[in-house]
């Protein structure tokens, strides 16, 4: 069974400060990794996705995430935070099969200016 | 219209209505999914389909009746519904499933329900 925990239901940054978002997983088989974003009012968009390839995984935005199998993490890093930024965050887990996915409780992006 | 589309975007219903939820996709895929998502909980999977058939179905309750009459429209019906189903429902939509490739999934803005 996978397991996805995201560490903080909320982040606040400034403008144009380092963005860290952090997501660990547990999985019983080489995991596929993923974050999608979340704006109000819309569906989730895919950010990014680590499918066994780098594991360092750059998405659209200016986004990026590391796969650190040692320490089962898949941490979300922007070096500089946009407004437009400002959304929820989740990360997912799949188990293998090509579409099932386990998602964490989401991460709650806040950008003051 | 592009991408995927839900209708409604709110519904408010009394515990005996029974109302519809669509989902239509522009994208040319074949699988089509329906999750819940409720405050403070992680995305819950409810529904699969994959070319019209239903490959997945999480336990959910028979008062959520999913219907897909082809590869670009689903439904969600609804029946005496209880105050704890209200939450914000995804459609999503994917190429195909059984595949040995991850097939992405594109989520429809969602329908917002609230039961009284």
């Known amino acids: 069974a996978q397991s996805v925990t995201q560490l903080g239901s909320h982040v606040s940054v400034s403008e144009g400060a380092l963005v860290l978002l952090r997501c660990n997983y547990s999985s019983s088989v080489p995991p596929y990794l993923f974050w999608y974003v979340q704006y109000p009012n819309q569906g989730l968009q895919l950010l990014l996705k680590?499918?066994?390839?780098?594991?360092l995984v750059k998405g659209i935005n200016g986004f990026e995430a590391e796969f650190k199998k040692s320490e089962t993490s898949f941490h979300l890093t922007k070096p500089s935070a946009h407004m437009s930024d400002a959304a929820e965050y989740f990360c997912a887990v799949s188990d293998g099969s090509n579409y099932k996915l386990t998602f964490g409780k989401g991460t709650l992006l806040t950008v003051n200016p | 219209e592009t991408g995927v589309t839900q209708t409604p975007r709110h519904l408010v219903m009394g515990m005996t209505n029974k109302k519809s939820l669509k989902c239509e996709q522009h994208?040319?895929?074949?699988?089509m999914y329906w999750y819940k998502q409720s405050a403070k909980k992680p995305l819950e999977l409810m529904f699969v389909?994959?070319?019209?058939?239903?490959?997945e179905n999480n336990s959910v309750p028979s008062r959520f009746s999913p219907e897909c009459p082809n590869s670009s429209h689903l439904f969600l019906h609804l029946h005496t519904l209880q105050p704890e189903d209200s939450a914000l429902y995804l459609c999503?939509?994917?190429?195909?499933?059984?595949?040995?490739?991850?097939?992405?999934?594109?989520f429809g803005p969602g329908t917002r329900l609230t039961v009284l």
């Open positions: 389909y994959n070319f019209k058939e239903q490959t």
């Open positions: 994208l040319g895929h074949n699988a």
């Open positions: 999503a939509s994917s190429p195909k499933i059984r595949t040995s490739e991850y097939n992405e999934q594109f």
């Open positions: 680590y499918t066994s390839a780098a594991t």
